[in-house]
């Protein structure tokens, strides 16, 4: 028998065993070691190359300078440069997991292939677990339309947590393929594209999910982005539905000077402006915004974006948006070519929501034909200063909690006294006290 069938058999053994493998992977590894905490690898390929499921690749903390040389593969106008193309199983994902409590920071501001999109992580695979690590400095060097990318997830049941994607020229994550797939505690910030497109960075979102008809299930829990150029999340043309759940969208549209970028709304939710009637979804993905926070974004916080047929947005809160609640639709015209006339929003259905200080408050929702009850503006509530416990927006950008959460904050928390608690109907989730309260954060207080 061969060393390497020996090999494959040992290995098989093992691991149907139950006997999971650790390798290990440092700024200062080198792929020819072998992978043991004294002798790391380098490279996310080479440990993918060791790994098996139910494997756990130890990351170790510091900066990983990515070179040009360390792309898996070119195809067409793509620069693939970590290519995670192993599955784990169901009972036994393979995990690439920042070690303890360090911190490892994949850098690609060297890795600049002309002509070609950038992938950073192009993530085909499926049970695997990333988590506790930094993307930054992702390029593009494509003068045309185009757009690089932190991650691409194109497999299923993966999980994405506590990822960082930031200061960079692409998009954080982004998914169009692969079902059941969890981005949990994940930040984007500061991405723009000032190459392409004569720098609009209209492409540049913090968290994109278009899921193709059959990508179900997909959510993204416990997120915030903040300072894209673009949006902060954007599921335009998803033909299945997308649910955001306890996610922060706050500066987006905007350079951290404040000058005015690309779009800029805070959740982009849905939309399928000017295609064919012949080339929409059915049935129509009905989307969930729930228990999320917008601020301050340059364009709308909660937006429909001519979606058709309505989204689920329960308990959300907006502040100082131009638009804190934008529920744009639009409808087919008489040639029957494309939805493409402008109407107020129907078959929306809002519970529970809050908003202060929006440019607008809600906009282009049609309550005769949505469904909107118990929300701010319909329950003839006047939202003051004194309705909250702060107003200190510095708090958003707080680090996370240990565990990977969102950070504990005053920040739009609902002041004991305020109108707004227990002004909630019961939606299936927990609250405190007689009733849900307004808005994404529950007050303690009963009325
Ligand atoms: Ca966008
Ligand atoms: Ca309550």
Aim: hydrophobic fraction near 35%.
């Amino acid at each position: 028998m061969r060393p390497s069938i020996v090999l494959s058999l040992i290995s098989a053994c093992l691991a149907s065993a139950g006997l999971a493998a650790d390798y290990y992977l440092a700024p200062d590894g080198k792929d020819g070691q072998n992978g043991t905490i004294t002798q790391p690898f380098e490279s996310m390929q080479r440990a993918q190359q060791a790994a098996q499921p139910g494997d756990t690749i130890h990351i170790r903390g510091g900066i990983y300078h990515i070179r040009a040389d360390q792309i898996a593969k070119r195809s067409g106008t793509w620069s693939y440069v970590f290519l995670m193309d192993k599955s784990g199983r169901s009972d036994a994902p393979i995990r690439y997991w920042a070690y303890a409590d360090e911190k490892p920071v994949f850098d690609f501001s060297a890795v600049k292939p002309e002509g070609t999109r950038i992938h950073a992580f192009q993530v085909n695979g499926s049970w695997l677990h990333f988590r506790g690590f930094e993307v930054t400095g992702v390029q593009v060097t494509m003068k045309s339309h185009t757009q690089s990318e932190c991650i691409d997830n194109q497999g299923s049941h993966n999980i994405y947590e506590r990822l960082s994607m930031h200061d960079g020229q692409a998009i954080g994550f982004y998914l169009v393929n692969g079902s059941h797939n969890l981005v949990l505690n994940c930040d984007a910030y500061r991405n723009h594209d000032f190459t392409s497109e004569n720098g609009s960075g209209g492409n540049t979102d913090g968290f994109g999910c278009h899921p193709r008809k059959g990508a179900i299930g997909n959510v993204f829990r416990g997120c915030r982005a903040w300072f894209n150029s673009d949006d902060g999340y954007d599921c335009i043309t998803a033909a299945e539905s997308v649910t955001f759940d306890h996610c922060w969208a706050f500066y987006n549209g905007y350079s951290p000077a404040f000058k005015s970028l690309a779009d800029g709304n805070g959740m982009k939710v849905g939309g399928w402006a000017r295609t064919p009637t012949a080339g929409l979804p059915s049935p129509m993905p009905r989307h969930t915004v729930r228990f999320c926070l917008a601020v301050r974004n340059k364009a709308s916080g909660f937006y429909a974006n001519h979606h058709l047929e309505g989204n689920d947005w329960f308990n959300n809160t907006a502040y100082r948006n131009r638009n804190n609640f934008n529920m744009l639709e639009r409808t087919n015209d008489a040639k029957g070519v494309g939805f493409n006339i402008e109407v107020p929003g129907t078959r929306q259905k809002l519970r529970n929501n809050l908003g202060y200080q929006g440019g607008r408050e809600v906009t282009n929702l049609n309550e005769v034909r949505s469904d909107a009850a118990n929300n701010y503006f319909n329950l003839g509530l006047t939202v003051t200063v004194a309705d909250f416990l702060g107003l200190d927006e510095a708090q958003l950008m707080l680090p996370r909690k240990a565990d990977g959460s969102l950070p504990d904050m005053g920040f739009l928390h609902l002041a004991p006294g305020s109108a707004c608690i227990d002004k909630g109907v019961d939606l299936g989730f927990p609250f405190a006290g007689a009733h849900p309260d307004l808005g994404c954060f529950e007050s303690a207080a009963s009325r």
